[in-house]
């Protein structure tokens, strides 16, 4: 399937409500083509250069119209591809484009591993004061992907794994050894708090 290109440095994932702010001309008609014709288009992860992998995303609405030209829109993501071919710009066109190839995707994952999962989530919310309680039956890997400290390329590899039981894994790994760490650092901040203060000493015995 060929797709409209929009390369970022940023990852889209699957069901992520992502809104974003066009001011190019060649995305201006990028997008102006996507509304017309009613077709997709696809986020092509840049991490330094320009990787293979992207997810398709859906146009929901223009949230606004600039006189100048310049959107804001409102998207959310769709499949995860691969790149087979690059073309820029697409023939015509102002904006790149390319073949690619959806990945078939396992969503099936076994109750004892999804309630690890969303056990250390939780967690990682908590500590990070995100204020919500993940839902059980709607939450996967991708709901809460943005909001517990990966990296650009780690983002990237959760988007490469085509099973959900492996993307899980690869979160609890990543939630085990984050959690210490924000743990320390709040120990730290109150403890910078304290200093300055008048403290209340226990008295010693010796």
Known sequence: MKLPLFPLKLVAFPGEELNLHIF????????????????????LVYSDHLMEYGTEVNLKEIHHRYEDGRLDIKTVGGKIFKMIDFENPMDGKLYAGGEVEFLEND?????????????????????????????????????YAHKVGLKLE???????????????AFLISHFKRIIPAIKA???AKEKIKQNGHFKHLDPLSF
Do not use: C, W
């Open 185 to 187: 650092i709040e120990k």
């Open 154 to 168: 780690e983002e990237l590899a959760l988007l490469k794994m085509t099973t959900e039981s492996e993307r899980q």
């Open 24 to 43: 190019e001309p060649r995305y201006r008609q990028l997008i102006a083509d996507v509304e017309k014709e009613n077709i997709t288009f696809g986020i």
């Open 107 to 143: 969503y099936t994952v076994s109750n004892v591993q999804h309630l690890e999962f969303l056990f250390y989530l939780k967690e990682v919310l908590y500590l990070l004061k995100f204020p919500t309680d993940p839902d059980p039956e709607t939450t996967t890997s991708f709901t």
